[in-house]
């Protein structure tokens, strides 16, 4: 198995979707699916049920989503270490899977005017990780959102975004103006698995133990929406698939967009990258 075709099952495997998981590779579908068509011939099993709507695991799929993930995060940590060894000028980004956003793409044009000789590598990282390998010691800095677990971590907040709850277009509630966690006592959240940080937890969480489907990636909270009615929160601005909508959550504090690095003192590309985002958010 090539690390680049564990890479391709992951991402089919968070998105649950060929073409949307195309999208994030920056590929066409047709050789994604002979990749991972290949891959399930090397491991002798199906890793997908297949339909017209999208895909989901099969056993096989999701025993092996879990080694992959522990192999390509070996990869990624071996990778870093040779290239700090070569004396590389190198630098490894952290970003949460799922989403684009103005504010990067201005900072990814500014970077690369300021430092064209560095070799940026991005890691995106589903919505356990909100510190998107900074503590595994997997990425030099992280463009990320809050709130977590800061400790032993610089925090620069870059922008603040108003929240509200994602709902079926259909759902009693989706014609209201604006709504508080309390509407939603009753109703089940998609949430994240056991161990993900419990101060990310409890703010997305609405501030209240939820039930309700356990999700990892932005479209697997979507698809718990559409298909189960469930609910949740997320920014506001963001494009939803027909059927959706966001209201308000206005006595939520709002979610703010950070760049994070370990320690306090941190190495002078790390140092400027701080610097550019800081001005490329405020564009």
Known sequence: MELRTLRYFVAVAEELHFGRAAARLHMSQPPLSRAVKQLEGD?????????????TLTAAGSALLEEARALLARADRARLRVAAAAGATTLTLGVLGGGTDPGATRLAAAFRRRHPATDVRIRE???TDPTCGLRAGLVDVALTRGPFDGSGLSVHA?????????LRSDDPLAGRDRLDPADLADRRWFRF??????????YWHGGEPREGPVV??????LQAVL??????????GHHLPEGLVVVPLPDMAPSRVVVAWTGTDPDPTVRSFVRIATAAYRG
Do not use: I, K
């Open 43 to 55: 491991v002798g099993a199906a890793l997908f049920h297949r339909s017209a709507t999208g895909v």
């Open 125 to 127: 990282s589903d919505l």
């Open 158 to 166: 870059l922008r603040a975004d108003p929240v509200g709850v994602v």
């Open 193 to 202: 698995p056991a161990g993900t940080d419990p101060v990310w937890q409890a």
């Open 216 to 221: 990892r990636g932005v479209q697997e909270c």
């Open 227 to 236: 298909w189960n009615g469930t609910v949740g929160m997320m920014p506001l």
